[in-house]
């Protein structure tokens, strides 16, 4: 497992994104891991071999890279880009939960055969329902988990400027002993550019959330003005074929018109079976 | 995530790009990523080791090489072919975008043949003209802003074999070595090179784009 595996299975997840969504992944894999990977680990590969103190006391050199390298920036992205990305799991989750619950919804409509379970497979998820609120949530977590990294940052190494110098006087430094960290311009750079794309990507996680509000208020708007297009006409008797019917009607359309889009689409199902089959 | 998977999600955009678009891509691939991987990576490994300063004053060498080599020129590079694939993306995100309305038009039952849809080539017209004319224009505003950066940081594309440095706690002025100048230099001279023939065949690109339009564009109002 590493960035590539990670990268196959947040590819995944990109097709069921919002458009924002998708530019934000694109962006976290390019402009951070990438960089990350084909950048940033040279910069830093010999952080500690370099790092020379003005003492010939032995155990000095150690003490003093660990006092003020208490964790590696390196290592500190990469927790960070795996806790940012990982929330698009849950929505992962959720949509495999709602695609097994659809393909159950063919078996029990009679509609199981090879086809059509590929095409739950294929067809795209709206977000709409408990996937709005599971998609909400992941979004959420991305924003909080990026603040947090980077009030960590800011907390271990002020200023997010590396120093060239370091006055260290841990046991068993003898007084005080001048540290030079090595390349610190390059690390400097190289840390003001991921906090930039951290900022780029804060800004895209809070366009995704106000676009994902704005739109499920709209929908709501459309809904409430528009009532006979609601589930209110599929309430209907509770004899049991028919009582079972409109639990699959009820179910169909809690999909949103994902799965009535597919099977009308592909068999032919009459719009008449949509209704309440004993109104 | 490396090279190899920027290498995969590009090529998907090679096939709705001009027939110089795929040269650019081939060169780019070819010439800047794989020598960068292959070749210069190597001679620029042993920089910060083998950089030596005539003194024994500790941390005179990390100050004296920080100051003479801000970033690195291998990451300079890394960064400059990440900044010039990435308009290509914006690219691929229109073709996805057109098609996913041709699906939506069918799936509300106009009728348009899916397979055809997976395998036809979109032509550069329209919106997508705009998109892919400002990728390009994109592509070489950040070569151009590289090789700048490059001149400016190093004044000149040579690598000197000595520098002096009068950096504390370097004491008075000291000699500082470079290791394998002439290497360097000529990776460096063959990285602008190839990123000059870059920028032409972007110019190029350019100039065909506009000029293909334009004749479109008198065509129909003959």
Not at chain 2, 89 to 97: D, N, R
Not at chain 2, 132 to 154: C, D, H, L, N
Request: hydrophobic fraction near 45%.
């Amino acid at each position: 497992m590493n960035w590539a595996g990670l990268y196959t299975v947040l590819s995944g997840v990109n097709r069921h994104s919002t458009a924002i969504g998708r530019i934000w992944l694109s962006v976290i894999f390019i402009f951070r891991i990438m960089v990350l990977v084909v950048a940033a680990e040279s910069v830093w590969g010999d952080e500690k071999s370099a790092f020379t103190c003005n003492t010939q006391q032995p155990g000095c050199n150690s003490v003093c890279y660990d006092h003020f390298f208490p964790i590696s920036h390196i290592r500190l992205w990469a927790l960070q880009l795996i806790l940012v990305t990982t929330p698009a799991l849950l929505v992962a989750m959720h949509v495999a939960y709602q695609q097994h619950q659809e393909k159950k919804l063919l078996v029990l409509t009679g509609h199981a055969d090879p086809k059509h379970m590929e095409e739950v497979k294929k067809h795209k998820m709206r977000i709409a329902g408990s996937l709005w609120w599971t998609y909400v949530c992941s979004v959420v977590f991305r924003l909080l988990f990026e603040a947090v990294f980077m009030y960590i940052f800011y907390m271990l190494y002020p200023g997010y400027q590396m120093m060239r110098l370091v006055k260290c006087e841990a046991y068993p430094c003898p007084n005080t002993v001048d540290c030079f960290i090595s390349r610190p311009t390059e690390k400097t750079i190289f840390t003001v550019f991921m906090l930039v794309t951290s900022s780029v990507c804060i800004v895209l996680n809070m366009a995704e959330l106000v676009y994902l509000v704005v739109r499920a208020c709209a929908r709501r708007g459309q809904h409430h003005s528009n009532p006979t297009s609601g589930k209110g006409s599929f309430y209907g008797h509770k004899h049991s074929s028919e009582y079972k019917q409109n639990e699959i009607n009820q179910l169909l359309t809690e999909q949103d018109g994902s799965l009535k889009d597919m099977l009308r689409r592909n068999s032919g199902l009459q719009e008449k079976g949509d209704r309440c089959s004993a109104c | 995530m490396d090279w190899g998977t920027l290498q995969a999600v590009l090529g998907g955009v090679n096939k709705h790009s001009t027939s110089i678009g795929k040269i650019w891509l081939t060169v780019l691939f070819i010439f800047r990523i794989m020598i960068l991987v292959v070749a210069a990576e190597r001679v620029w490994g042993d920089e910060q080791q083998d950089f030596v300063c005539n003194t024994l004053q500790p941390g005179c060498r990390n100050v004296c090489y920080d100051h003479f080599f801000p970033i690195s020129h291998i990451r300079l590079w890394a960064l400059q072919l990440i900044f010039v694939s990435t308009p290509a993306l914006l690219v691929a995100m229109h073709v996805a975008y057109t098609r996913h309305e041709k699906k939506r038009r069918f799936r509300n039952g106009e009728k348009i043949d899916i397979e055809e849809l997976k395998n036809e080539k979109i032509h550069i017209r329209g919106p997508l003209w705009w998109t892919y004319t400002s990728s390009i224009f994109f592509r070489i505003v950040f070569e151009a802003v590289f090789m700048y950066v490059f001149y400016y940081m190093y004044d000149g594309y040579q690598m000197p074999r000595l520098v002096k440095c009068s950096d504390w706690p370097c004491p008075n002025t000291v000699d500082c070595f470079v290791s394998r100048p002439t290497e360097k230099t000529t990776f460096t001279i063959f990285m602008l090179a190839v990123s000059g023939i870059c920028m032409m065949l972007n110019l190029a690109e350019l100039c065909y784009l506009v000029i293909k339009i334009c004749m479109k564009e008198s065509r129909k109002t003959t």
